[in-house]
């Protein structure tokens, strides 16, 4: 795997996304890169700057994957509840490990803390891997994506849309093809209050409805 040799911030960042997939391969932990980086990657290119490098993983997998970027450097930094996510840092590099489990119908949610059950958006983990700079990576499926930051000022009030992930829905959202053109692509819910979408399903903590 070819690392990037850039010497500024995004490309010590892309040295620690490669650092991650090695060591993801070596221990055979799955992960998934969500954030601004998932949205580059499957893009094919670098849109903006970052200030983090976000990761979801399966909770059963959290400690052996901390340990072991502990042997690359990084160090936790606290912040979320452990069993919602872990934040580590090394340097100028921060990742934000989110951790997954699956409920009893099998859905993605939420692993740990208040949310702890909540469900992520249908067919997340599906998503072909995306490339940037030389890397292949397993990326969030873009309708997901979109998805989390149209919702997440919803679903968290005390996380506001931010200017950037305004475009990040643009952006993302040209990147799509029309709906039909290849088969049957996931449903990306559109907002009109705090419990209708527009293909009418509902979110409470029993899931999507």
């Not at 969500?34 to 499957?42: I, K, L």
């Not at 959290?62 to 872990?86: C, M």
């Not at 799509?176 to 209050?193: N, Q």
Request: charged fraction near 30%.
């Amino acid at each position: 795997m070819r690392e990037p040799d850039r010497d500024d911030l995004s490309g010590r960042q892309l040295r620690a996304i490669a650092e991650v997939l090695d060591l993801a391969e070596r221990e055979r932990i799955e992960v998934w890169l969500r954030g601004g980086w998932a949205m580059d990657f499957f893009l094919g290119s670098q849109t903006r700057e970052h200030v983090d490098v976000d990761w979801f993983c399966w909770a059963a997998d959290a400690d052996r994957l901390s340990d072991a970027l502990a042997d690359l450097g990084f160090r936790a930094t606290g912040g979320a509840p452990p069993e919602q996510q872990r934040d580590l840092v090394r340097g100028d590099v921060e990742l934000g490990i989110a951790l997954l489990d699956r409920d009893g119908t099998g859905w993605v949610v939420v692993a740990g803390g208040p949310y702890a059950g909540e469900p992520w958006p249908d067919g997340m983990l599906d998503a072909a891997p995306g490339r940037l700079a030389g890397l292949s990576c397993p990326i969030i499926a873009a309708a997901a994506q979109i998805e989390i930051k149209r919702m997440m000022p919803v679903w968290v009030p005390t996380m506001p849309r931010r200017d950037k992930d305004r475009a990040d829905i643009l952006r993302l959202g040209r990147a799509l093809p029309p709906a039909g053109a290849l088969g049957t692509l996931p449903r990306i819910p559109c907002y009109i209050d705090d419990r209708h979408y527009i293909d009418g399903r509902r979110r409470n903590s029993g899931g999507w409805r």
